[in-house]
Each structure stands twice: as structure tokens, then as C-alpha cells.
């Protein structure tokens, strides 16, 4: 296959404060609803179809980094092309809603970095731009004297990420705090808190129009291709519908999902593979959501590749339950029994997830067994509060998660930008991977993308 000039990102210098101020809960006492969050954006093209840069992607990245790009540059004519008929169409839209702290992950690294600097970030944004928030808190965990030897590693971890407030606490403290949940020992971290990442997402996109930016909804990318019909203007970008294009100097991508196929469309490598896995929730009934305050998680398994069932609440006073993470059979399928020949075929045939199946066999059963019986995920909850009952909880929404994947079956955690090759390629920025925690990151990722922007073109 093709090559394409891939970049690993490491840690630029970012602005971590030492300390994070106390900042108040902001909660608005209207719900926000799922049309207002998701509302529809312009379709017709204006500036004769012919713009500076544009993204292709609506999501929480995309939509971050188009603004930041606004906001650094001014003068640039910018447009965004989501595919869907609304922004925050897939993972954006369809997530726990979790404000992270930064307690899992390594020390120095740009996840870590990102992460801290973007939850004070984010919390900023969502009191200047009215959009409701709630920081409850999250408790790690430890049932078993196994989970316990390991928390305190974790711990240490959150200290070294400048998490701010991190508290290590015991059963009495537990209790203090969520009342029907039992453990050993937690890690509580007060400044862990909830938001709706779709209606956060739709405010980026709202602020990238009022400074001059354009949104095209129902946009699929379909080429890319050179042009000579304006030297000016040079890439063209089209859509899949007839007669469906614009113009563009340049061209940076954001495609979650559709990232490795987007990329493709330049002469990229198709790895990274992005797999889609699917997260089933269960949803607490109003009696048993009584239970829970906060975030309660366990403590991560090193052993396995994703993090286990959690409790989580939502905005809307509903508390979520889960989730599992199977292979979805269709990219964008959030139903048990989705299913998408290509998408299936392109998954299975890989040889990097054939590696990491094998690697997890028996979890990957029991993923696939606690999407079908709720019985499963609640004995699993029940280490951590134990009058939760299967009468107590309904099947609840899912998300789609797209995971990166190498040919050897490991997980991408690094941030990968590609271009591709020819002229074309120099004329291209792909995002290849944006890992979690992209939503609490994705203003300080915004930050960081658009400096690459400007290096790559406009230097």
C-alpha cells in the first residue's frame, strides 16, 4: 500500500497550572434537549464555494479546532463539512458525559497534559457560554485486597498529572460520600464532574459562525482531488451527492469513525485500522438512580484494554450503567444487531484485531455476554453497591468508540497525523487518532491542532 508522512505526537510545551482554581457548580435549572443540542446546521455554500481551509468533520475535535483556527486567524475564510444532518452526529453526541481529571494516565504524557489543561478549559467555557454542568465528583474504587495494592500506584499517578484535590479515603469516607457504595479504599476526586458533550460540541460550532466560519451539513466527502481551474484555490473536495464540491486552499480532517478511510482518500497507509466498539448501557431506574451522586468506577485492570463497568450520571438526572466493549458490525451502529457487510469484512479481515481478540479471548466473551444479559453487568456493579437489583435497571443508549489499532493488535493511545502523498498530500492535514479523553481535552486539543494547521500552511 501507499505510504504516507505519519506523525506520532508527543508532549508540546503546554500551560498546566500548578493549581486549578475552585470553580463553582453552574447548573441551569432547563434541560437541555436533544433537538436544541443537536440542532441542524446550514447546508448552502456561500463565498462561491471557495474557502481557505476546510474541515471535514463536524464532531467535538473538528468543531474545537475550527474555532481555535478562527480565533488565531481571523482573516482566513474557513468552512466545516460534516456528512450528517446535524454536528455531534456519532461520538460526540454519544458518550458518558464525563468531565475527566487526568488520574489514569501516564505522567508527561500529552494525554495527561491535554487532559488536566482541558477540563479547566472546559469548565471556563461551559460558565461563559451558559451551557449547564455538574461537577459530582468520582470515587475509584478498590473492592479486593488486589484492586487495593493497586490503587495506590494510581494514585501517585493523579498527583504526578497535577490532578487537583485527589483524596485517598476509606470506607467511612466512602460512605460520607456515596452511601450505599462499599469498598476498601477510593481515590476521590471532587473536580471530576458531567456535561452534555453534544450540546458543548453545537456551542463550538455556534461560535465558529458568529466569527465568519460556514458548518455544510449533509456534506459526505467523497474526493479529494487537484485542480487547475483556479490556481488560488487549488484542492477540491467532493461531496457524494451530484454537483456537491467546494474549493479550498487547503484541507484538515477530523473523521472519528470514517478517520483511516478519509485518510486513504490522499494515498495514506490504512493503518492505523480504526475499529469501531460499541458500549452498551443500562439505565438505572428512578428508585435505584436514587443511589448514586457521582461517578463511581473500579480500578483499571492492567490486563485489559478498556476500563469496566461504572456508574455515571447524566445531566438529566438518569444514571447510566456500564459499559461493555464489543466489536460493532457497523461503523455508525449503535442498535445490538447493526450490521454493515463492509464494515464488517474490514474489521474481521484486519490481522491487528484478529492479534488482540486472541490476547483477550475469555474478556471478549464476557464483553459479548454482558451486552446480552443484563444479569451480567449488574453482578458486576454489585462489588461496589450492592442493593442494585436486575428489577432496578432498563436497557439503555449505546456509543460507538473508534479505537485505533495497530497491525499488531495494540491500542494507538498517541495522537497521529498524517498527510499523504503528491501534492495533494501537502495540501493535507489528517487526524488520525484523537484519544480519550478527546471531549475534556478538546479545547486544549483544538489549541494544539491548530498550531500544526499553521505550521504545515500557513508558515
Known amino acids: 500500500m501507499a505510504g504516507c508522512a505519519k506523525q506520532l505526537i508527543r508532549a508540546p510545551k503546554i500551560n498546566v497550572l500548578n493549581v486549578i482554581p475552585a470553580i463553582p457548580n453552574h447548573i441551569n435549572s432547563q434541560k437541555c434537549s436533544q433537538n436544541r443540542c443537536l440542532s441542524t446546521q446550514s447546508t448552502a455554500p456561500k463565498n462561491k464555494g471557495k474557502y481557505d481551509i476546510a474541515i471535514v468533520g463536524g464532531g467535538i475535535v473538528g468543531m474545537a479546532t475550527a474555532r481555535q483556527l478562527l480565533l488565531n486567524h481571523p482573516e482566513l475564510k474557513l468552512v466545516t463539512l460534516e456528512k450528517e444532518d446535524r454536528i455531534a452526529a ?14 489514569y494516565y501516564t505522567p508527561g504524557s500529552l494525554k495527561a ?37 493497586r490503587l495506590g500506584g494510581l494514585f501517585e499517578r493523579g498527583l504526578q498529572n497535577e490532578v487537583p484535590d485527589l483524596k485517598l479515603i476509606g470506607p467511612d469516607e466512602i460512605k460520607k460520600i456515596e452511601p450505599f457504595c462499599k ?12 456535561v452534555d458533550w453534544g450540546e458543548v460540541t453545537v456551542s463550538y460550532g455556534t461560535n465558529f459562525k458568529k466569527l465568519g466560519g460556514e458548518i455544510m451539513t449533509n456534506f459526505e466527502v467523497s474526493d479529494f482531488k487537484m485542480s487547475q481551474s483556479d490556481p488560488d484555490y487549488p484542492v477540491t473536495v467532493i461531496g457524494a451527492q451530484p454537483n456537491q464540491e467546494i474549493q479550498c486552499k487547503y484541507v484538515l480532517t477530523c473523521g472519528g469513525l470514517q478517520a483511516d478511510r478519509i485518510a486513504a482518500k490522499s494515498g495514506c497507509n490504512p493503518e492505523p485500522k480504526i475499529l469501531p466498539f460499541r458500549g452498551d448501557y443500562l439505565l438505572l431506574k428512578p428508585e435505584a438512580a436514587k443511589m448514586i451522586n457521582g461517578n463511581i468506577y473500579p480500578v483499571p485492570n492492567p490486563n485489559f484494554p478498556f476500563l469496566g463497568i461504572h456508574f455515571t450520571p447524566r445531566m438529566n438526572g438518569d444514571v447510566w450503567l456500564g459499559p461493555n466493549a464489543v466489536l460493532a458490525f457497523k461503523r455508525e451502529g449503535y442498535k445490538l444487531l447493526d450490521f454493515n457487510a463492509r464494515d464488517f469484512v474490514d474489521a474481521v479481515s ?37 442493593d442494585i ?9 449505546s456509543g460507538v468508540r473508534a479505537q485505533a489499532l495497530d497491525r499488531d493488535g495494540g491500542l494507538v493511545d498517541d495522537f497521529v497525523f498524517d498527510s499523504g502523498e503528491g501534492e495533494l498530500g501537502s495540501r493535507m492535514l489528517h487526524v488520525r487518532n484523537s484519544p480519550s479523553p478527546a471531549a475534556t481535552a478538546s479545547l486544549a486539543i483544538g489549541e494544539m491542532i491548530a498550531q500544526e494547521v499553521k505550521n504545515k500552511f500557513l508558515v
Open 183 to 194: 469498598g476498601l479504599r477510593a481515590i476521590h476526586s471532587p473536580i471530576t464532574g458531567i
Open 90 to 103: 456519532h461520538q460526540s453526541g454519544h458518550n458518558s458525559g464525563v468531565i475527566h481529571a487526568g488520574i
Open 350 to 386: 484486519f490481522r491487528g484485531l484478529q492479534k488482540l481478540v486472541m490476547r483477550n479471548m475469555g474478556y471478549a466473551f464476557g464483553e459479548l455476554y454482558r451486552g446480552f444479559m443484563f444479569s451480567a453487568t449488574v453482578k458486576a456493579s454489585q462489588r461496589f453497591v450492592p
Open 113 to 149: 497534559k491535554l487532559c488536566v489543561s482541558g477540563l479547566k478549559m472546559a469548565y471556563e467555557y461551559c460558565a461563559k457560554n451558559n451551557i449547564p454542568y455538574k461537577k459530582c465528583g468520582k470515587l475509584v474504587v478498590a473492592t479486593n485486597e488486589e484492586e487495593n495494592s
Open 389 to 397: 437489583r436486575v428489577e432496578h435497571v432498563t436497557r439503555g443508549p
